[in-house]
């Protein structure tokens, strides 16, 4: 399966101000997705994060909060913009090769804002 | 709707005894289905699949799961739990159409010496 970088592994950030994580992937991929983890809960997705394209957006998120970039087949950027106490969560990059493979996760980003 | 139910939300057994993790799938059609272990400060890492075939489905770590359609489950097994599978488990059917994966709200193991 596909190796799956991301940066920073965790970040103390201060309200207001934002945060870009990058998922760097060994190898290209069909589909990338960005989902959000709050503490003690499950996984929510965020967007698919579209090669070429803008991000699909997942009800209750939005492109002004959560910028997306995917430049090419192995690279996806996810900002956390003008954050506040409720963005601490864990953000997690996905990548699935096609419909009949799972899905296969980085290691997220461990993020709290004061 | 598409949805996933782990009814139970924390286990706790001992080292050395079996393992039963439920989970409970609502879809329209012959779902793809996972189980994923998420440990403390980790990403999840996919313990199994099924999409097809045989549904009694063999993972890493001694893990197995069956998918039984008459009952829309797809539980997780093993037979002697180890003090390091203490960990989160997530549950997740995946659409044969679209992209979408939708998870559960996960069980958290404890293993006691």
């Known amino acids: 399966s596909a190796v799956i970088s991301q940066k920073p592994s965790r970040d103390i950030c201060q309200r207001g101000t934002s945060l870009t994580i990058q998922c760097q992937v060994d190898s290209q991929v069909t589909m990338m997705f960005w989902y959000r983890q709050q503490p003690g809960q499950s996984l929510t997705l965020i967007a698919t994060a579209n090669q070429g394209s803008e991000a699909t957006y997942e009800s209750g998120f939005v492109i002004d909060k959560f910028p997306i970039s995917r430049p090419n087949l192995t690279f996806s950027t996810l900002t956390v913009s003008n954050m506040s106490p409720e963005d601490s969560s864990i953000y997690l990059c996905?990548?699935?090769?096609?419909?009949?493979?799972?899905?296969?996760f980085g290691d997220g980003t461990r993020l709290s804002i004061l | 709707a598409q949805s996933v139910t782990q009814p139970d939300i924390h286990i706790t057994v001992s080292e050395g005894a079996s393992l039963e993790l439920r989970c409970n799938y609502s879809y329209g059609a012959t779902p793809y289905l996972f189980w994923y272990v998420q440990s403390p400060g980790q990403g999840l890492q996919l313990l199994l699949k099924y999409f097809s075939g045989d549904t009694l489905v063999q993972g890493i770590k001694g893990f197995e799961a069956e998918f039984k359609r008459s009952q829309s489950s797809f539980n997780l097994r093993k037979p002697s739990v180890h003090w390091s599978d203490a960990a989160e488990y997530f549950c997740a059917v995946g659409a044969n159409t679209g992209n979408q994966f939708y998870f559960g709200t996960g069980t958290s193991l404890t293993v006691i010496p």
């Open positions: 996905s990548v699935r090769q096609s419909m009949r493979q799972p899905q296969h």
